[in-house]
């Protein structure tokens, strides 16, 4: 950009090119923007910004007759903006009570989702994390008939869990000695939880690291603490809302179909959404993934707005799941109050 304020003009054109697409979901024209943008500027001057701004990948146009529509990049550079502006979350009372109403945690975080959808027009979920539970304190394999292997898990607090497993070969009782003292000198100390995430990042690292002992040990290890963590828990709500609004904004009805069962099967299965989320959500504080930033081309149509609730080890996620051309601003104002909401109905608890 040549110089401050011709970067600064093209930054409020953008933002207001984005602004009125979002609201209106059409192409935005040149002659539009030169009236509505209170810049004072020719619709000539406003092609030329447009055409730099299409130049650098931050807008483009649909039909060669038409306006312009912002593209990934566009919306994340106006969302940037709006995180740059956005103010601390304000605490409401009224929607802590709300939540507080609830029997338990689930049904709490229940409400958060519906709370969520409800506000936004969009998918709704909270994330609860698993129980992180007792320390590892050791874990012993007993041969049994044939495959099968007895995995013995202890664990702090008096927590003893057991499970039968079917190994793919028949295991001597020296080599389960081994595995186990494997297990409980590298794992050894940490909480449930954690040992299984431990575990299982060792278990996704190249195969060629380690030995059979190592991978028999990782294997055996993994399908015994299966039953000793809880698993997380996911509510998700208002699905119907994404299915009117992306019906009701598309002629390529196949296509509009296909992108739904994709996020659909997600939310069925659960476990894949849960591990997407937990993928984006590496720090505290508000986190917001847009269309082809997604790793899986299935969510490309869509956008992420989520954040974290809770303290130190408890916390959870909260967010929403909305098309690309969803309203950024109120999507982070509803996500960031039903965070600070359900952090201090939980403190209540």
């Not at 494997?182 to 954690?194: K, P, Q, R, S």
């Not at 196949?254 to 739904?260: A, I, K, P, Q, S």
């Amino acid at each position: 950009m040549a110089s401050s304020d011709s970067s600064e003009r093209q930054r409020r054109i953008l933002a207001r090119l984005v602004a009125e697409y979002i609201e209106q979901g059409e192409p935005v024209s040149s002659a539009w923007l030169a009236e509505h943008s209170a810049l004072g500027l020719s619709s000539a001057t406003v092609r030329t910004v447009l055409a730099r701004l299409e130049d650098q990948g931050l807008v483009r146009q649909p039909h060669t007759s038409a306006g312009r529509v912002p593209t990934d990049s566009g919306y994340r550079l106006y969302v940037d903006w709006l995180l740059g502006t956005r103010r601390q979350p304000k605490s409401l009372p009224t929607l802590a009570a709300r939540l507080r109403q609830a029997g338990t945690v689930g049904d709490l975080l229940e409400g958060a989702s519906q709370e969520l959808s409800r506000a936004s027009h969009h998918i709704g979920f909270a994330l609860a994390p698993a129980p992180a539970g007792g320390r590892l304190r050791h874990i012993d394999f007993v041969r049994l008939e044939g495959r099968r292997v007895l995995v013995i898990l202890v664990a702090t607090g008096g927590q003893i869990t057991h499970k039968v497993v079917e190994t793919d070969a028949p295991c001597d009782d020296a080599l389960l000695v081994q595995a186990a003292n494997y297990i409980n000198a590298e794992f050894a100390g940490l909480t449930l939880l954690e040992a299984r995430e431990a575990i299982v990042g060792r278990m996704r690292q190249e195969r060629r690291l380690y030995d059979a002992l190592m991978a028999r040990a990782l294997a055996l290890a993994h399908a015994g603490l299966g039953d000793a963590v809880p698993p997380e828990t996911l509510h998700v709500q208002g699905a119907s809302y994404l299915i009117d609004e992306l019906l009701g904004e598309t002629a390529d009805r196949e296509r509009t179909l296909e992108t739904l069962r994709a996020l659909f099967r997600m939310i069925e299965e659960k476990q894949q959404l849960i591990e997407l989320i937990a993928r984006y959500i590496e720090t505290n504080g508000l986190t917001i993934v847009i269309g082809s930033e997604h790793s899986s081309p299935d969510l490309h149509p869509f956008s992420i707005v989520a954040s974290t609730f809770g303290d130190g080890p408890h916390t959870g996620t909260i967010g929403l799941i909305g098309p690309t051309r969803m309203r950024y601003e109120r999507a982070i104002s509803v996500v960031d109050s039903v965070s600070q909401a359900l952090t201090d109905a939980l403190d209540g608890q």
